[in-house]
């Protein structure tokens, strides 16, 4: 399943890094890097980062059989959108976007923290094939 093509490549940054726990600090240096160049504050800085750490380490936990990850950050009007991608085969789509706070295990936080820090998310499941989560986060006036 091929990411969606962006808008304007110009303000487009693409990474890949091995699904592997010790490359998420790369993808959080990378997506902080982005973040800065628009106008966001350093705590809007920082829950970017979390996202994305959640989102990677969620790839890693639950999309068994993907090698990689993909992580597509472009500008957006008036803010980031960040889009995290495995080629894994991983959770069932009802899971992810029917939890509530409520329904929370351990373990299951990320979902849960991912939408809290972030304006709009939004899960395309593909059991077999992969997830691909778009995050998105305005910049604040």
């Not at 989102?55 to 090698?67: E, K, L, R």
């Amino acid at each position: 399943m091929p990411l969606p093509q962006p808008s304007d490549t110009t303000d487009t940054v693409e990474l890949r890094i091995p699904s592997k726990a010790e490359w998420v600090a790369v993808a959080r240096l990378a997506v902080a890097a982005v973040a800065s160049r628009l106008d966001f504050s350093i705590e809007d800085i920082e829950d970017v980062k979390l996202a994305v750490a959640e989102a990677c380490t969620n790839c890693i936990q639950h999309a068994a059989g993907s090698d990689q990850i993909e992580i597509v950050c472009e500008r957006a009007p008036g803010g980031l959108t960040v889009r995290v991608r495995d080629n894994g085969r991983g959770t069932r789509p009802e899971a992810i976007q029917s939890r509530r706070v409520e329904e929370t295990r351990v373990g299951g936080l990320g979902v849960f923290l991912i939408r809290s820090l972030m304006d709009t998310v939004e899960y395309d499941v593909h059991p077999d094939c992969g997830t691909n989560l778009v995050m998105t986060k305005k910049v604040s006036s």
